[in-house]
């Protein structure tokens, strides 16, 4: 046996790693990317302002003028506090580590991989309660679980991912008000959305919300936030690795993310193609589309494997889900560009003859 295989945590040995499939000369329409690159008449000006980045110094520690920026680009109150991380996975984990060793996580499935897999990381029990048949919280079930495990920390997207639906208001509130957990909202693709929990931060202590700007146009940024109050973010602050946003993201985001009129127009035509690429699937025999308030869509589709292996052989690439729990024969596919978007299609009529 090697070396690594006698040191790593067993536990560890039996996670499959991330798996980020090759995208090269294809169309990529499989990780939620904005399918809108950087103006043409923006890249002079942004490579003038790179220009000044102090490279040979450590990043601003606490950023923040970038802090200020996605205040005003997603109008966060003064009143609530803003924790910077190196995409929402780093700020999960940080909420991770707050808990004490065997402490739970809860969320409900399918969702976000990343929940169950920092649970595990972290030494923390992981608990998913499943969705009910229409991808909507089964609230009872939801609750009942809560009573059972007390958990220290519960995962909700909203909306959900993979499912793409924003579930109930009325559910949500009726959890955080159900438990001592910190309950967090991810609210990845809020730009899509018809609704935040953005101001009932105020109303309830144990609620923070967690945002990223990879979905608005900037996933290589690496870039989330998570809001919450302020004594709340102070003491998480605590478990921020210093400098953690590194000065090219801090330089980047500020200048890019002063952009706000061509980031809502792009979240916009996203939104509009949204529409327009449910409907073309909902029309093509067989397939069953579900509703999405995200930048993407969920259909099952007869024989799923066969058609995500025809769209990758002409050169589309979307996302499998048809072998993931309660999820048989679907698929995930992101708003592309209205080209993108006819591609797809295309492809996918032609397949179903």
Known sequence: MSFIHNWLRSDIQAINAYHVPASDDMVKLDAMESPFPLPDELIGQYLAYLADADLNRYPNPSADDLQQTLRDLMNIPNE?????????????????????TGDTILSIEPSFVMYGMIAKF???????????DDFEIDLSATLSAIKAHNPKLIFIAYPNNPTGNAFDRKSIETIISSTNAMVVLDEAYYAYADDSFLMDIAKYPNLVLLRTVSKIGFAGLRLGLLIGAKDTVSELDKLRLPYNINTLTQVSANFLLQEKDEIDKNAQA????????????????????????ANFILFKAPEANKLFEALKNQGVLIKNLSSAA???????????????????INIVKAHYG
């Open 270 to 293: 996203i939104i509009d193609e949204r529409a327009n690429l449910s409907a073309s699937l909902s029309a093509i025999n067989g397939l069953v589309v579900y509703p999405s308030q």
């Open 326 to 344: 309660n999820l048989d024969n679907c698929l995930r596919v992101t708003v592309g560009s209205v080209e993108e978007n006819t591609l797809f």
């Open 80 to 100: 609530f506090g803003v924790l910077l991380g190196n995409g929402s996975d780093e700020l999960i984990q940080l909420l991770a580590l707050a808990c004490e």
């Open 122 to 132: 972290t030494r923390l029990d992981y608990q998913g309660v499943n969705l009910n």
